[in-house]
């Protein structure tokens, strides 16, 4: 496991933009994002494998939110743009994936953060 610090939460107007960062302490073979809204299930967001590159994201969000990922820092962004009501939530950082299982799945991550809290006013 590694420890995951995340930044960049806040509060801001529907079509407003975010950027949350998420830094690890070491490597980690993929790292993403997990959200939740009060009174919900907890959601998968986006995720990125570091060796391939490739990026997953929730239908909720495609065309809007954008991964990305430092190696060399060990540190994954999240891009928000044209953030709506509904992407308000606490939102986890989560990092290293087992062997088994698929990215939108919270078992399927065996580090997550502390959240940091994405607020959007309509």
């Known amino acids: 496991q590694v420890q995951l610090v995340e930044s960049g939460g806040g509060s801001v107007q529907a079509g407003g933009s975010l950027r949350l960062s998420c830094a690890a302490s070491?490597?980690?073979?993929?790292m993403g994002w997990f959200r939740q809204a009060p009174g919900k299930e907890r959601e998968g967001v986006a995720t990125?494998?570091?060796?391939?590159?490739?990026?997953y994201y929730a239908d909720s969000v495609k065309g809007r939110f954008t991964i990305s990922r430092d190696n060399a820092k060990n540190t994954v962004y999240l891009q928000m743009n044209s953030l709506k009501p509904e992407d308000t939530a606490m939102y986890y950082c989560?990092?290293?994936?087992?062997?088994?299982?698929?990215?939108?799945?919270?078992?399927?991550?065996?580090?997550w953060g502390q959240g940091t809290q994405v607020t959007v006013s309509s």
């Open positions: 070491g490597y980690t073979n993929c």
């Open positions: 990125i494998y570091t060796g391939s590159g490739d990026t």
């Open positions: 989560v990092a290293g994936c087992r062997w088994l299982g698929h990215w939108y799945s919270p078992d399927y991550y065996n580090s």
